[in-house]
Structure formats: C-alpha cells, structure tokens
C-alpha cells in the first residue's frame, strides 16, 4: 500500500489565491522530502528539498516566496504555491525516503493536479 | 545536453512483446539507477533499483546498468496491456533517497 499521502490530488482554484498542498509519510519518519513539478508530458523537475526543523533547500530558478516549504514534523511536509496564477498550473509531487537508510529508494506521493483559472 | 537523455516515444508494441527501455547519461558520477513507472495522473512507482554496473532482474523486469558506456536499460519481457505508463529513468551520485535527475519519460503502449 501507499506509504507516501498526498493531499489534496486537485485543486482548482481562481488566479491570486494560495494552495497548500500536504504530503504525509505514513509509516515512517522522514526527516528529508522532496517535491518535484512536472508538466505534461515532461520529467519531474526538483523544486526543493524539505528539511525538518530547519529551512527547506530550493533548486535554482524556483522562487522561495513563491513557494513556501514547512517540514514541521517527521512525517507532514507542506508545500504553499502563493499568489498562484495559471503558468503555476501543474503536477506537484512530494516523495520521502526512510529516514533510517538515504541509500533505499525514495517513495512518491500520488500527486496534486494543480489547476489556475 | 541534459544529464539524462530517454527517447519519449511513443512505444507501441502488441500484448506479449519484449521491451526494451532505454537511457544514457552524461555524468559518469552517478551511482545508483532507477526505473520508475507512472501511470497517467499518478506518482512514479518505483520499478527496479541498482547500484553500479550490472543486471538485476524481478520477475519481468530486468535493470542492466553499463557505466563505461553510460547506458542503463529495462527489459520488460511478456508485456501486457496493464504495462501501458510512461517509464522514467532516474539516477542518483549518492543514493536514490537522495536528489534525483529523472530523464523525460518513455511512453509504453501494449496492444491486444
């Protein structure tokens, strides 16, 4: 079963307004998540790493105040699109690994499909 | 030049077929491989997962990773309709809980 939540799975929402989106590591602690973008048809492309308990590391090209990452707990990272507007339009992805072993592969979340009107 | 080139397809091949998925790369650092599979509005579920050269192989699915030519491939062999996805390669200097660079994604279409 899914050890990786995401929530919502999509969104559609006016220009100008936020979105969170939660992702949640539901049988393990991560103290590391990872959320990605991708559009149709293309690669995901790493946005940003969460870090618990400190300031999440971003990608070059993607805007912090835009993005804003919180990893408050060992198993909720939530990602907040502000001000979004349609070119924000997209699929968010969050993954984790397991805490214990950063060799062990990274398990996805099942996406937010993010729509900007 | 990306670090990770797949070919995106389409792929279209009848019920049955051996496929195969293929990747190159130009960072000859990277360690660790993996395939993923994603389904349309889905996450990417991990398929196979290798470290260094060599075959790995799970049931239908077997990973060869060749270094000195910077190739990775997924063989999928008895292919069935429930294989239709795109496929995504990834790869890792430092372990595949750690950053990833994905390649664009092959997409599979298995005919009846």
């Known amino acids: 079963g899914a050890v990786v939540s995401q929530h919502p799975s999509w969104v559609i929402c006016k220009s100008g307004t936020s979105v969170k989106i939660e992702c949640r590591s539901l049988d393990f602690q991560a103290t590391t998540m990872f959320w990605y973008r991708q559009f149709p048809k293309q690669s995901l492309m790493l946005m940003a790493t969460s870090n618990e308990g400190s300031k999440a590391t971003y990608e070059q090209g993607v805007e912090k105040d835009k993005f804003l990452i919180n990893h408050a707990s060992l198993t909720l990272s939530t990602l907040t699109v502000t001000s979004a507007h349609p070119e924000d339009s997209s699929f968010y992805i969050c993954?984790?690994?397991?805490?214990?072993?950063?060799?062990?592969?990274?398990?996805f979340g099942d996406g937010t499909r993010l729509s900007i009107l | 030049q990306k670090e990770v080139e797949q070919d995106p397809g389409p792929l279209s091949v009848p019920e049955g077929a051996i496929v195969s998925l293929n990747c190159t790369y130009s960072?000859?650092?990277?360690?660790?491989f993996m395939w993923y599979r994603q389904y349309s509005r889905k996450g990417p579920e991990l398929l196979m997962y290798t470290y260094s050269s060599g075959n790995k192989e799970d049931g239908r699915f077997t990973a060869q990773v060749d270094k000195s030519s910077k190739y990775i491939s997924l063989f999928i062999r008895d292919s069935q309709p429930s294989d239709s996805a795109t496929y995504l390669c990834?790869?890792?200097?430092?372990?595949?809980?750690?950053?990833?660079?994905f390649g664009t994604g092959t997409q599979l279409k298995v005919e009846l």
């Open positions: 993954s984790a690994p397991r805490q214990t072993d950063s060799n062990q592969p990274q398990h």
């Open positions: 990834a790869m890792s200097l430092t372990g595949g809980g750690n950053k990833l660079t």
């Open positions: 960072n000859s650092a990277f360690q660790y």
